[in-house]
């Protein structure tokens, strides 16, 4: 059982189109990471969202932290092809971060 | 900085054999973490390290497996001896800070193992 559930697990879009990506959970996180990781590479850090209800933009990107804690989302406006990757969410869990198993995004020209 | 080292980027080895990956993490990094990624089972914690001290090892699939830190920039990966369904790709990643705190990981570029 997964302690972080990410959906969808495959999407795929046009350039342009807007989209948003979940991270659900039944437990609650102190703190909470989004990656995003292209193939052949390591996870990069976008953002650490750490207060319930907080809402941090990065450029087209958009994150929120649900109030209770226990889940989050991602929506990109206007995505480029430089969006296509491999979304990944990580809970804070003690000490160390639990990562879900990622929203695999391709967007098309 | 460099980042994350990790070598070899690519390991093809033969059951039974041992395998040892490194990693030298992020200079002034005081934390150093193991990820082994799959398809079936996503990014898996394995081992991390806080000041070189083994913290939670918890992740470790078997005895098979070792890590260790004998200094802060340099870490080994072991696996002795391996078998294909250690087949996956393994990441090391550092990061500054202290317990109970927020840790903003920096990943390496992972080494892809495939043991036949």
């Known amino acids: 059982t997964q302690l972080l559930e990410q959906s969808p697990q495959f999407l795929s879009i046009q350039e342009g189109e807007n989209l948003t990506v979940y991270c659900n959970s039944s437990?609650?996180?102190?703190?909470l990471q989004w990656y995003r990781q292209e193939p052949g590479e390591g996870p990069v850090l976008l953002v650490t969202v750490v207060t319930g209800g907080e809402v941090k933009k990065l450029k087209r990107l958009t994150f929120q932290f649900g109030d209770a804690r226990k889940d989050s989302s991602l929506h990109i406006t206007a995505a480029q092809t430089g969006d296509t990757g491999l979304y990944l969410c990580a809970g804070a869990r003690g000490q160390n971060f639990v990562f879900g198993p990622g929203t695999r995004l391709s967007v098309l020209p | 900085d460099a980042g994350v080292i990790q070598s070899p980027r690519h390991e093809v080895t033969e059951m039974g054999q041992e395998v040892t990956l490194r990693c030298k993490p992020i200079s002034g990094h005081n934390s150093l973490f193991w990820y082994r990624q799959t398809m079936m089972r996503g990014l898996e914690l394995l081992i991390y390290f806080n000041n070189n001290v083994p913290i939670d090892d918890s992740g470790m699939p078997e005895d098979r497996f070792s890590a260790k830190m004998p200094n802060a920039s340099f870490s080994t990966l072991k696996i002795q001896p391996s078998e294909p369904r250690d087949s996956a790709v393994y990441f090391c990643?550092?990061?500054?800070?202290?317990?109970?705190?927020?840790?903003?990981?920096?990943f390496g570029p992972g080494t892809r193992l495939t043991v036949t």
């Open positions: 437990s609650v996180f102190s703190s």
């Open positions: 990643a550092s990061s500054w800070g202290s317990s109970g705190g927020l840790y903003e990981q920096y």
